[in-house]
């Protein structure tokens, strides 16, 4: 049998580290190529992947770099296949009132704008090909709210809005958007959370631990796949028993 994503090309958003690195490397693992694209670290992450992956230093951002990101990626590999937007920051992790707008709206600019930016820059080659799979990364505070998080939370629920709009839009090609949602997963990203937002992430989990890159690698790659063809706008949860809609 071919492998999954024999001679596809993904973006990778993200992809230095954390999930976006997992997603990576069973990408490469199953045929593919990819496309790192990260505002740090994409160049080393992309060699340790071999020739099968290229790194591109980008502000997902900024609509320029990332237009220039798409063309970095187009000339190395030809037309996107897949992308995946799992770049992301945790912002400010106090309550409404110690926020600065500033560095609240670099949250929502880097998470919901960002994942606008990639995917507008992808999908119209998608369309005019009748193939693609676009994976946007939200995550369960999208859906429940965490204190302490408004930004971050706010971010992800519109990205779960977006791909659910982006998703119905698309529907009738043979492009798919859907949106992955997990719970609090054990990555770099996690270090950056004061230790009593861990403690309080954790207490909401059935199953009592965090989840892994690899777990949502696995599910990742299905959402990306030829297999995930009656899915369009859709919400994967993963949140060891959190998530309850």
């Not at 990101?69 to 912002?91: K, P, R, S």
């Not at 998608?126 to 302490?148: F, H, L």
């Not at 230790?195 to 631990?209: D, T």
Request: hydrophobic share 40%; glycine share 12%; net charge negative.
């Amino acid at each position: 049998m071919e492998p999954r994503f024999q001679d596809q090309v993904a973006v990778i958003t993200g992809g230095a580290r954390g999930i976006g690195f997992a997603v990576a490397k069973r990408l490469i693992a199953e045929g593919g190529k990819v496309a790192i694209w990260d505002i740090g670290g994409a160049e080393d992450s992309a060699k340790s992947l071999g020739t099968s992956a290229i790194g591109v230093t980008v502000d997902i951002a900024d609509e320029a770099s990332v237009n220039a990101a798409y063309a970095t990626t187009e000339a190395a590999f030809g037309e996107v296949d897949i992308l995946v937007t799992a770049a992301g920051i945790t912002g400010p992790t106090h309550p409404v009132q110690g926020h600065d707008y500033p560095s609240w709206k670099r949250v929502i600019d880097v998470h919901l704008g960002g994942v606008f930016l990639c995917t507008r820059a992808v999908v119209d080659g998608m369309v005019a090909r009748d193939y693609g799979r676009i994976a946007t990364i939200a995550s369960v505070a999208g859906k429940e709210g965490n204190p302490n998080a408004s930004s971050y939370s706010a971010a992800k629920a519109g990205i779960i809005g977006y791909t659910k709009s982006l998703g119905k839009e698309l529907a009738a090609t043979g492009v798919r958007a859907n949106c992955f949602a997990p719970g609090l997963i054990n990555t770099p990203l996690m270090e950056q959370l004061p230790e009593e937002q861990i403690a309080f992430s954790l207490s909401r989990i059935p199953q009592g631990r965090f989840g892994t890159v690899e777990e949502c690698a696995a599910m990742i790659c299905f959402m990306i796949s030829p297999e995930c063809s009656f899915n369009s706008g859709a919400v994967f949860d993963m949140s060891g028993g959190r998530a309850t809609y």
